[in-house]
């Protein structure tokens, strides 16, 4: 299998929120060394001053100005910053699961011949595909969740029961979405639909199929319900051979080489509109 990386939001968001952690920190300590530099001169000041002041006779100047130096050098020195810890965040950790879980979907698929690519991270502008395989029995769109927990789906609701990494169950019931409030489901249907209406204008493709894969190794489904994707399984359930088999697409390897081409087109396309946009 080939492999191609369009881009990898989710290493990308994970270094960013690791850079942010690091140059917060940074400023932080920058702006303690220039308290201390500041502290310095200002006890600099107060020494000379104390020092010109009883040269010149001025005694109770000289003891004023002593009395603020002691005061000045015992509670006046900058306290060190409130560092963010060395570790990652929480945000951090969410951003490596969900790498190592398309890692381990990766792996999964390393099997299958160079027939088929493997593309992560197409773009389109209904956001983005974690992984999409093209081969001769058509385009695969795959949303990858890596989720500790037990998983339950009733159209485009999505729930789950989650655990800790000790097993205890720490809540339930709780939303699966990303961040605008999609579900796995939404999120794959609308990015595949996109696609999809792309290579039927183009007469290459009739229909993209999608699915969600649980990535994590805990990972366990409760029940499903009127799932509105063609497939969701764990990791360990995913057969793509049988998935593929089960298309109605067959397309030859001049047509898969010339669908590869368009994808690239698309992604580069939205990812160009993206930047003019920030």
Same mark, same amino acid.
């Given at each position: ?35 201390? $530099? ?12 104390? &020092? ?7 005694? !109770?100047?000289? /003891? ?8 000045? !050098? ?19 950790? %969410? ?7 398309? =890692? ?14 493997? /593309? ?5 502008? *209904?956001?983005?595909?974690? *992984?999409? @395989? ?7 769109? /795959? ?16 729930? !789950? ?8 169950? $720490?809540?339930?019931?709780?939303? @699966?979405?990303?961040?605008?409030? &999609? ?12 696609? =999809?209406? *792309?290579?039927?204008?183009?007469? %290459?493709? =009739?229909?993209?199929? *999608?699915? $969600? ?13 009127? %799932?509105? $994707? ?31 081409? /368009? ?5 580069? !396309?939205?990812?160009?509109? &993206?930047?003019?946009? &920030?």
């Amino acid at each position: 299998m080939k492999i191609l990386v369009f881009s990898d939001h989710t290493a990308d968001m994970g270094h960013a929120q690791q850079s942010a952690r690091q140059t917060q920190n940074q400023k932080a300590l920058s702006a303690h060394q220039g308290a201390l $530099v500041h502290h310095r001169m200002h006890l600099q000041r107060l020494s000379r001053s104390m &020092r010109q002041s009883w040269s010149g006779k001025r005694y !109770f100047a000289a /003891i004023g100005q002593a009395i603020q130096y002691a005061f000045v !050098f015992a509670l006046g020195r900058p306290k060190p910053p409130e560092l963010l810890p060395d570790e990652p965040n929480e945000t951090e950790k %969410i951003y490596k699961a969900g790498r190592d879980g398309e =890692q381990r979907v990766d792996e999964h698929l390393s099997g299958l011949d160079d027939n088929w690519t493997l /593309i992560a991270g197409y773009c389109n502008a *209904r956001g983005e595909i974690d *992984r999409l @395989l093209v081969g001769p029995s058509g385009v695969m769109a /795959i949303e990858v969740k890596t989720i500790n927990g037990h998983v339950s789906c009733d159209g485009d609701r999505w729930l !789950f029961d989650k655990y800790d990494q000790y097993g205890n169950l $720490v809540q339930t019931n709780k939303p @699966l979405a990303d961040r605008t409030g &999609r579900s796995p489901s939404r999120q794959i249907n609308e990015c595949a639909d996109a696609l =999809q209406s *792309r290579l039927r204008r183009l007469s %290459i493709l =009739q229909n993209v199929q *999608r699915g $969600v894969v649980l990535a994590h190794p805990k990972s366990k489904i409760r029940h499903l319900n009127n %799932i509105t $994707v063609n497939f969701v399984c764990t990791l360990d359930r995913l057969d793509i051979e049988r998935l593929a088999g089960q298309s109605t697409e067959r397309l030859s390897a001049q047509q898969v080489a010339s669908l590869l081409q /368009i994808v690239r087109q698309d992604h580069d !396309f939205h990812q160009r509109n &993206r930047q003019r946009s &920030r």
